[in-house]
Protein backbone atom coordinates (compact mmCIF):
# COMPACT_ATOMS: atom_id res chain seq x y z
CA UNK A 1 0.00 0.00 0.00
CA UNK A 2 1.14 3.20 -0.93
CA UNK A 3 1.97 5.60 2.13
CA UNK A 4 2.51 8.96 1.94
CA UNK A 5 3.19 10.37 5.30
CA UNK A 6 5.96 12.70 5.26
CA UNK A 7 7.16 11.52 8.37
CA UNK A 8 8.53 8.55 6.20
CA UNK A 9 11.97 8.54 5.35
CA UNK A 10 13.21 6.60 1.65
CA UNK A 11 15.49 4.10 2.87
CA UNK A 12 17.62 1.57 0.86
CA UNK A 13 15.52 -1.00 -0.80
CA UNK A 14 12.34 0.83 -0.22
CA UNK A 15 10.30 0.48 -3.14
CA UNK A 16 8.74 4.09 -4.04
CA UNK A 17 6.10 6.10 -6.59
CA UNK A 18 8.02 8.90 -8.26
CA UNK A 19 7.39 11.17 -10.89
CA UNK A 20 9.70 12.95 -12.71
CA UNK A 21 11.22 15.68 -15.18
CA UNK A 22 14.26 15.26 -16.57
CA UNK A 23 16.43 17.89 -18.65
CA UNK A 24 19.68 18.36 -20.54
CA UNK A 25 20.73 22.33 -20.36
CA UNK A 26 17.99 23.02 -19.26
CA UNK A 27 15.84 21.28 -21.93
CA UNK A 28 13.32 18.33 -21.35
CA UNK A 29 13.97 15.29 -23.27
CA UNK A 30 11.99 12.42 -24.83
CA UNK A 31 11.20 9.55 -22.54
CA UNK A 32 12.59 11.68 -19.46
CA UNK A 33 8.74 12.86 -18.11
CA UNK A 34 6.53 10.17 -16.50
CA UNK A 35 3.84 13.52 -17.18
CA UNK A 36 2.59 12.74 -13.53
CA UNK A 37 1.50 8.60 -14.29
CA UNK A 38 3.80 7.47 -11.43
CA UNK A 39 6.82 5.47 -11.85
CA UNK A 40 7.34 2.71 -9.09
CA UNK A 41 11.49 2.22 -8.17
CA UNK A 42 12.66 -0.38 -6.07
CA UNK A 43 15.70 1.84 -4.35
CA UNK A 44 19.21 0.30 -4.66
CA UNK A 45 17.65 -2.09 -7.33
CA UNK A 46 20.13 -0.33 -10.29
CA UNK A 47 17.31 -0.05 -12.56
CA UNK A 48 18.04 4.22 -13.28
CA UNK A 49 21.07 4.91 -14.72
CA UNK A 50 24.18 5.96 -12.72
CA UNK A 51 23.25 6.96 -8.81
CA UNK A 52 19.86 7.91 -9.63
CA UNK A 53 18.35 5.63 -7.11
CA UNK A 54 20.73 6.73 -4.15
CA UNK A 55 19.91 10.62 -4.51
CA UNK A 56 16.61 9.66 -3.33
CA UNK A 57 17.64 7.93 -0.13
CA UNK A 58 16.91 9.89 2.76
CA UNK A 59 13.94 12.39 1.21
CA UNK A 60 10.30 11.85 2.53
CA UNK A 61 6.59 11.61 0.53
CA UNK A 62 6.01 15.26 -0.92
CA UNK A 63 9.48 16.02 -1.34
CA UNK A 64 11.37 17.53 -4.33
CA UNK A 65 14.74 16.42 -5.52
CA UNK A 66 17.06 17.51 -7.45
CA UNK A 67 18.70 14.41 -8.97
CA UNK A 68 21.68 14.73 -11.04
CA UNK A 69 23.68 11.85 -13.39
CA UNK A 70 25.24 11.43 -16.03
CA UNK A 71 24.07 9.21 -19.16
CA UNK A 72 26.64 6.23 -20.23
CA UNK A 73 29.07 6.80 -23.40
CA UNK A 74 26.58 3.87 -24.75
CA UNK A 75 23.45 4.73 -23.39
CA UNK A 76 21.91 3.77 -27.08
CA UNK A 77 20.36 7.45 -27.10
CA UNK A 78 22.48 9.96 -29.71
CA UNK A 79 21.02 12.83 -28.01
CA UNK A 80 21.44 11.38 -24.81
CA UNK A 81 24.98 9.45 -24.53
CA UNK A 82 27.69 11.26 -22.29
CA UNK A 83 25.47 13.97 -20.93
CA UNK A 84 24.75 15.29 -18.09
CA UNK A 85 21.06 15.20 -16.68
CA UNK A 86 19.05 16.81 -13.98
CA UNK A 87 15.92 15.45 -13.03
CA UNK A 88 13.15 17.08 -10.90
CA UNK A 89 11.37 14.53 -9.05
CA UNK A 90 9.00 14.28 -6.63
CA UNK A 91 8.58 11.59 -4.84
CA UNK A 92 4.79 10.35 -4.87
CA UNK A 93 5.16 7.57 -1.28
CA UNK A 94 6.33 5.28 -0.16
CA UNK A 95 4.66 1.17 -0.70
CA UNK A 96 4.88 -0.43 3.04
Avoid: C, M, W
Amino acid sequence: KLQTKSSLTVKDGDTVNIDYVGRIDGVAFEGGDTKGQGAQLTIGSGTYIDNFEEQLIGSHPGDEVKVTVTFPENYGKEELNGKEAVFDVVVNGIYK
